[in-house]
């Protein structure tokens, strides 16, 4: 099991910045896959950016070139450096860790509320 706990969501206004964080309960360094995923109001859940085996990292086109996913295996985290927001990245953001290639399980963090508004 992974335990996932997000931190760093707030409001902000068009043009800001915020940085996310997600602390895992155990080492990342083995989890097959490590993202984040946002959701507006009445929207469907959607991938925004994160790792997926042992390659670069992966981007949604709309967020490309504004946020970046890093990751520090000895604090067990992954964040997400969010810049240039708009109001359009209004939305929950979830953490999510897929420990194996091959399975199913998903495991998410409570989410954190990121607001951008002037």
């Known amino acids: 099991q992974v335990q996932l706990v997000e931190a760093g969501g707030g409001y902000v206004q068009p043009g800001g910045s915020l940085r996310l964080s997600c602390a895992a309960s155990?080492?990342?360094?083995?989890?097959?896959?490590m993202g984040w995923y946002r959701q507006a109001p009445g929207k469907q859940r959607v991938f925004v950016a994160g790792?997926?085996?042992?390659?670069?990292?992966t981007y949604v086109d709309s967020v490309t070139g504004r946020f970046t996913v890093s990751r520090d295996n000895a604090k067990n985290t992954v964040y997400l450096e969010m810049n240039n927001l708009k109001a359009e990245d209004t939305a929950v953001y979830y953490c999510?860790?897929?420990?194996?290639?091959?399975?199913?399980?998903?495991?998410w963090g409570q989410g954190t509320q990121v607001t951008v508004s002037s």
């Open positions: 790792f997926t085996g042992g390659v670069a990292p």
């Open positions: 155990r080492s990342i360094a083995s989890i097959f896959a």
């Open positions: 999510n860790a897929r420990p194996s290639p091959t399975g199913t399980t998903n495991y």
